[in-house]
């Protein structure tokens, strides 16, 4: 099994900026993709960012130029950045993961718990 543990999320007020890390653990040979997504109350989850392996991101327009995804395969952990935040980014934030538990196995799809992030003054 595979575990992803999110931590950073928390109060803060417009303008302000937070940073969001996902820990990845357990039966892991290789990951692919890792990313961030987030759920605002009564909308579906949206994806906020990905990232490959090989570092190539992907952004979604509402936060592009603001947040910043990036990665430490040695420590299987992905980060995301957030600057200026906005009332509008408030939302559960949920990491994602693709692994493959060993070298046989297909990429599965892993989620954390998520992590509330609030943006109000």
């Known amino acids: 099994q595979v575990q992803l543990v999110e931590s950073g999320g928390g109060l803060v007020q417009p303008g302000g900026s937070l940073r969001l890390s996902c820990a990845a653990s357990?039966?892991?040979?290789?990951?692919?993709?890792m990313g961030w997504y987030r759920q605002a109350p009564g909308k579906q989850r949206e994806l906020v960012a990905v990232?490959?392996?090989?570092?190539?991101?992907n952004y979604a327009d509402s936060v592009k130029g603001r947040f910043t995804i990036s990665r430490d395969n040695a420590k299987n952990t992905v980060y995301l950045q957030m600057n200026s935040l906005k009332a509008e980014d408030t939302a559960v934030y949920y990491c994602?993961?693709?692994?493959?538990?060993?070298?046989?196995?297909?990429?599965?799809?892993?989620w954390g718990q998520g992590t509330q992030v609030t943006v109000s003054s």
């Open positions: 990232i490959t392996n090989g570092g190539s991101t």
């Open positions: 357990g039966s892991i040979f290789s990951i692919s993709t």
């Open positions: 994602n993961s693709r692994v493959r538990s060993t070298w046989y196995s297909a990429f599965d799809h892993y």
